[in-house]
C-alpha cells in the first residue's frame, strides 16, 4: 500500500497516536527522572535538631507511657526525644564528643546502650566534666571510658557518630548542645 492511498483521516489518527504516544513516553520517562532525584534527595535527607527545647520531655511517656494526668512535662517530641531515638539505634559502636554532658534522659540512654553491651566512648571537656549536674562521674562508674583534653583550650564539639544500627558504616548525625535538665 502507498501512502498516498490511506485516506486523510486515518494518516491525521495516526500522526496523532504518534504524537500522544512521545508525549505519553516523555512523561513518564520525566517521572522516572523526578522518582530517582526524589529518592537521592531521601537517602541525603539530614535534619538538624535545635537545642534548648522549649519544654522538657516527659521520658516516661516515650518510654512506657506516662499514667499521670497531671503531668507537665510534654508529651510531644522534643529535640532531646529525637536524640535520644537517634542514640537508641546504635547496636555496636557509639562515640561521643560533646563540651557538656549533663542530660540525665541522654545519659540514661547511653548507659542502657552500654548494658546492652555497646561499645560507648566519650571525649568532654575537663573543666565541664567538674561541674555540678555534669553526669561524667555516672558514665565512668558505669565502666564507659570518657577522656578529657589536656590542654587549657575548649573541648567545644558537639556530635556523636553512631552506626546507625541500619547496616551502613558511620553516620555522624548531631549536633548535641549543652543543657541542664
Ligand atoms: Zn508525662
Known amino acids: 500500500m502507498v501512502l498516498g492511498s490511506i485516506p486523510k483521516w486515518l494518516k491525521t489518527l495516526a500522526y496523532a497516536l504518534a504524537i500522544s504516544t512521545g508525549f505519553e513516553l516523555l512523561y513518564y520517562l520525566k517521572k522516572c527522572k523526578e522518582s530517582e532525584n526524589e529518592k537521592k534527595a531521601k537517602d541525603n535527607e539530614v535534619e538538624v535538631i535545635f537545642f534548648p527545647d522549649k519544654t522538657v520531655a516527659c521520658d516516661a511517656y516515650f518510654s512506657y507511657g506516662c499514667s499521670n494526668a497531671s503531668c507537665w512535662l510534654a508529651h510531644e517530641e522534643t529535640s532531646t526525644m529525637k536524640l535520644k531515638a537517634f542514640l537508641s539505634n546504635t547496636e555496636k559502636l557509639l562515640d561521643i564528643c560533646v563540651y557538656c554532658i549533663a542530660s540525665d534522659i ?3 540512654e ?5 548494658d546492652q553491651g555497646v561499645i560507648v566512648r ?7 566534666a567538674l561541674e555540678l549536674g555534669v553526669q561524667v562521674g555516672r558514665l565512668r562508674a558505669a565502666g564507659i571510658e570518657v577522656r578529657t583534653n589536656a590542654t587549657n583550650f575548649f573541648m567545644h564539639h558537639k ?9 551502613y558504616d558511620w553516620i555522624i548525625q548531631l549536633v548535641w548542645q549543652c543543657h541542664v535538665r
Open 122 to 128: 566519650v571525649i568532654t571537656d575537663q573543666a565541664q
Open 110 to 114: 547511653v548507659l542502657k546502650l552500654h
Open 159 to 167: 556530635f556523636a557518630i553512631s552506626d546507625g544500627g541500619q547496616g
Open 106 to 108: 541522654l545519659v540514661d
